[in-house]
């Protein structure tokens, strides 16, 4: 490095960056991709419109991390994301809770059922 550049550089380019979050792509997850939002997951299905999908970004839902293991997610019911999927704006909300208790209580039965067999 030159003096010239070291001097007329910003002192931020010699400190250690901080990583930025990789920006969220915009565009509409193909069918079958594995979204994930705190505990849950979610596969996107056919008839997913770009509006929902710009909900449910909104609400925290990004596609699944490479690399990451799907099944430490709790899986929300296939029927509710197809209900999901063809319900109104104003729906989404109580049925995206219903999935989310559904996927609670499967998780909570699963534990029950391991505990007695063993």
Known sequence: MSLARFFTAPISSFLPGRRSAKPLSRRQP???TTLCCNQFRMTVQAGFSR???HWLVAQGWRPLP???NRYRYRAVPSNVVAALVDAAPEERER???LGMRRALDQAQGATKGER???
Do not use: F, K, S, Y
């Open 30 to 32: 193909p069918i079958g």
């Open 51 to 53: 509006d929902l999908w």
């Open 66 to 68: 490479e690399g990451d």
């Open 95 to 97: 049925l995206l809770a």
């Open 116 to 118: 007695v067999a063993a």
